[in-house]
């Protein structure tokens, strides 16, 4: 049975993880650097890609002693190889490179976005293609069709700002500090999210984009109004999100009628308030709704060596580790 390490350091935690392909989660580890970048509000590039140099190494020897596996009993490496800010994904890409020519082992570079797009079917084995997708994290907020590993259709973006990065405004506007979103979800719950009249961006437009930039806006300036507590405008601003989603997905999912599964991956999909309005959603339109457990949500390694078997299986890999090259940018 395939075995591989995934590495993944495209923003700011650095992950090793050894999947195998029963979908068993062998050993992983994970470090965040929020309290590196906590002081800033937002991710240091320089930082992290700092961070992630200090801390790789270490963390790939500890996970193949967790398992009691070597390299040369690997089937491949898989890493992210973009997107992602640059100097971080250099450290795990440059890393994965040597480790795979010195123990002559494949390397598989993945897509980051291509492994929040697979994490679903490495938490749920009865997920098959196509699926319809909502891919929500800090850096991207998408809605796709998966029709198979490499397959995917974009049916709508954000025309400005992902959620993820709506959360993070919000909770620096609330001053809730960083990494916002598990931030703003904890503090919506005490709120009414029908406290503070909030609009709901591109609802009702007949194609599904997204946009959240007016309603970051409409936060702001409802917490300089001081008229209303913090955790309404928590409240109020998770709901308009949600609505937004929701009205968006509805416009798509019109458009993938044969997809009769709704899946949600990325940061945001650790949301519980996100995943119960997306259930609903799939229940009313007759289709089964799934999604990873949180902590196969936000970024982590698991993720990009369940990739690496997707395609390790279909034999899909640029056969020369040399050939393979970090992208900042890389559209799936
Ligand atoms: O997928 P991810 O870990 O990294 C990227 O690829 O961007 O997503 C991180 C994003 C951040 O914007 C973070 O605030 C958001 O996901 N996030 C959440 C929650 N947990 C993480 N947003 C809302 N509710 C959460 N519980
Ligand atoms: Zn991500």
Same mark, same amino acid.
């Given at each position: 049975m395939a075995l591989v390490l995934g590495i993944e350091s495209s923003c700011d935690e650095t992950a090793?993880?050894?999947?195998? *392909?029963? =979908?068993? #989660?062998?050993a992983q580890r994970i470090a965040s650097q929020d309290a590196e970048h906590a002081p800033f509000g937002g991710v240091v590039p320089e930082i992290a890609? =700092? +961070?992630h140099a200090e801390r790789l190494a270490p963390m790939i020897e500890g996970v193949l002693q967790d398992a009691n596996v070597s390299l040369t009993d690997l089937d491949? #490496? +898989?890493a992210t190889a973009g997107p *992602? &800010? #640059?100097?971080?994904v250099m450290v795990g890409l440059v890393s994965a !490179?040597? &480790?795979a020519m010195a123990s002559d082992v494949p390397l598989i570079a993945v897509n980051h976005l291509e492994g929040h797009a697979l994490s679903p079917r490495l938490a749920d084995e009865t997920l098959e293609f196509p699926y319809a997708l909502l891919l929500v994290s800090g850096g991207h907020c998408q809605i796709l069709r998966v029709d198979g590993v490499g397959?995917? =259709?974009r049916l709508a973006t954000t025309i400005d700002d992902a959620l993820g990065e709506a959360f993070d405004k919000t909770a620096k506007i609330l001053g809730l500090g960083f990494p916002g979103g598990p931030a703003v979800e904890r503090l919506a719950r005490e709120g009414d999210a029908s406290a503070v009249p &909030?609009? =709901?961006p591109m609802k009702g437009s007949g194609e599904p984009h997204l946009s959240f930039a *007016? &309603? !970051?806006s409409a936060v702001l300036r409802a917490h300089e109004s001081e008229k209303y507590q913090p955790a309404d405008i928590a409240a109020s601003f998770q709901q308009a999100a949600i609505d937004c989603v929701v009205d968006r997905l509805s416009i798509a999912l019109a458009k993938m009628q044969d997809c009769r599964t709704l899946v949600v991956a990325g940061g945001v999909a650790a949301n519980a308030s996100v995943r119960g309005a997306l259930e609903r959603l799939a229940a009313s339109h007759d289709m089964r709704f799934t999604a990873p457990p949180p902590k196969l949500c936000t970024d982590n390694a698991a993720m990009i060596a369940w990739a690496g078997i997707e395609r390790l299986a279909l034999k899909d890999f640029a056969p020369d580790p040399l050939d393979i090259s970090a992208r900042p940018r890389w559209p799936l």
């Open positions: 090793a993880a050894l999947v195998d *392909g029963n =979908r068993q #989660i062998v890609a =700092r +961070a491949a #490496i +898989a *992602g &800010l #640059i100097g971080g !490179k040597a &480790l397959e995917y =259709r &909030l609009p =709901r *007016g &309603l !970051k």
